[in-house]
């Protein structure tokens, strides 16, 4: 089953950055970066310090309004430390996540996305359906106006907000169509939401921490060339 060994997050107004990862990664895990873009005509690309070779299967899905999904899969290559970089030639990366994930399946990693758009509670972020138990499932709210703080949704859980753009994490028990739902704490403006599913492997998956515990990263230079912890 998948499991979440670590995660780091970052939240960019200019330009990209990098995130590193707190613990040195397992070789035979996989890495999942899933993040919200500004442009279409620069999209962002991902590298890393390993040079593991990126899959790119959720390129620029925009519901409306300029906000634009990317989700991007790579094996770990080797048993090291690792340091994520997330390059574009213009456009805001309004939020990012990358995590080492245990137990996905060997030959698909991502499975299923959607997208959604509203401005009132709850934003619906669409329905997807994982097609094996103990699925990975990301989801991104983000309101394009500033104005947001999001609720976390039952049972997910939230690995980090700011600027209006909160980012959830779920390992979803039993395989069934599943539509996120995003609720702010008072009356959103217009908003996004995202979701990602990625594929666990039949039985059990690697080793690595349970679902929740996650080790604390580094991201630098995401926020005007500054820290953000």
């Not at 390059?87 to 030959?107: H, P, Q, R, T, W």
């Not at 997910?156 to 980012?167: F, K, N, P, R």
């Not at 995202?194 to 039949?202: D, G, I, R």
Request: aromatic residues 6%; hydrophobic residues 40%; charged residues 5%.
């Amino acid at each position: 089953m998948a499991s979440i060994v670590q995660s780091v997050t970052g939240f960019a107004v200019n330009g990209g950055g990098t995130l590193v990862f707190g613990s040195n990664l397992v070789a035979g895990n996989d890495i999942v970066v899933v993040g919200v873009h500004s442009y279409a005509g620069c999209p962002p690309s991902v590298s890393d310090s390993q040079g593991n070779t990126y899959a790119h299967p959720v390129n620029a899905v925009q519901p409306s309004g300029g906000r634009y999904f990317h989700v991007w899969t790579a094996p770990v290559g080797s048993s090291a430390a690792n340091t994520i970089t997330c390059a574009m030639a213009c456009g805001n990366l309004y939020g990012v996540i990358a995590l080492e994930v245990a137990g996905l399946d060997a030959s698909t990693k991502y499975e299923a996305h959607s997208v959604g758009i509203g401005s009132t509670n709850p934003v619906q972020a669409g329905s997807i359906t994982p097609t094996v138990n103990n699925s990975l499932l990301v989801s991104i709210f983000h309101d394009i106006s500033g104005g947001s703080t999001w609720a976390a949704m039952s049972g997910w859980t939230e690995v980090a907000e700011s600027a209006s753009c909160q980012i959830q994490t779920y390992i979803q028990p039993t395989a069934a169509a599943i539509n996120p739902e995003g609720t702010a704490t008072s009356s959103p403006g217009t908003s996004f939401g995202y979701a990602v599913a990625f594929k666990s492997a039949a039985g059990g998956g690697g080793g690595g921490a349970k679902h929740g515990v996650v080790n604390s990263g580094v991201v630098t230079s995401l926020v005007n060339g500054g820290l953000v912890r």
